[in-house]
């Protein structure tokens, strides 16, 4: 089968962002197969050095290349587009000529256009990791209150021919994330497990990596606006003063970090930590475990959405206490994983942690297994979007 996997490793050379989205191309070669890896988002390359965007796509293509070479992928087809339209990597007839030949294109995120040549493939697919987000984007446009920004990605969405969320707790009685008239299909991350190694944690925090802001325009779904992690963070301020363990948050983006450390929190930068694949997947390795928040969309819809960066905590044999936002309906809880919605839940999990760690790091690696496997997923996946 011939897969075309879009995604932002080019735009955003973040090493979270790289596992992310090279997981299915990782991924689906190992079930044999042919994939193209391509970015068309219309939008200027990330310089995380500088903390803005660039013109020049020199050092984000260098990235790519190498995050694929570190995957020993080397030989995988990719195409990059610039904003001008200048095509890197294949050339326009190269990546036509795959188009025309592929079976399924697949939209991680819905990072890419949706160019006329690109339809050719004879199934695309949308892959919402954003539920919330999205579909407040689709009420905007059928409500005519939507921008220009985000009439133009409604568009994009309606344009595929399946849909497939991480909001899997979508359609049960208790979600509020609305399906805006599409049929979706509950997917999680997949994880190529060999990927990620159990060793023994050289730390002793529990840790998680976080953007403080949130680009997207805030959703309203319902005449409800909703927000990113900060007013969840805040609901939790006082956990370190409470918890027998150390918290670390890894935070991207202007925090108010004094206040964080008054709390008792340690707070460090994020981008040493997580600038590359390496980075990123020793700082997880490295702690003893993840404590976290979601985004307020996440909790307060009931979505059922998961962390990308939590399912790798897990198959890193990391013990994973994070805060429900529908999930616990869908996921073995209570060994390894932990869901809370109060302090007191989250301050329980932690404890319980603690009173038998071998056996919860033990646990969480046996729920990446069972839960998060690339070949199960992946697999599932291209079966519904057939």
Known sequence: MRVIVTGLVATYPLGGVAWDYLAYVDGLRRLGCEVLYLEDTGGWFYDPAAGSFRADPGPNLAYLSAALARLGAEDVGWAVRAPDGVLHGLDEAALDAFCGRAEVFLNVSGACWLRDAYRRARRTVYLDTDPGFTQSTLLAAQHGAASDAQAFSAVLVRAHERFFTFAEHIGRADCQVPDCGLQWRPTRQPVVLDRWPVRVPSGRRYSTVLSWTTEPPAPVIDGVRYAGKEPELRRFLDLPRRAAVELELAIAGTAPSAELRAAGWHVVEAGPRTATMDLYQSYLADSRGEWSVAKQAYVGLRSGWFSTRSAVYLASGRPVVVQDTGWSA????????????????????????EADYARHAAAARAVAEAEFDARRVLERLLREAA
Do not use: C, I, N, R
């Not at 996921?331 to 999990?349: I, N, V």
């Open 330 to 353: 869908h996921y073995p809880t209570g060994a390894g994983l932990f869901a809370f919605s109060t302090l007191d839940e989250a301050l329980a999990a932690l404890a319980a942690v």
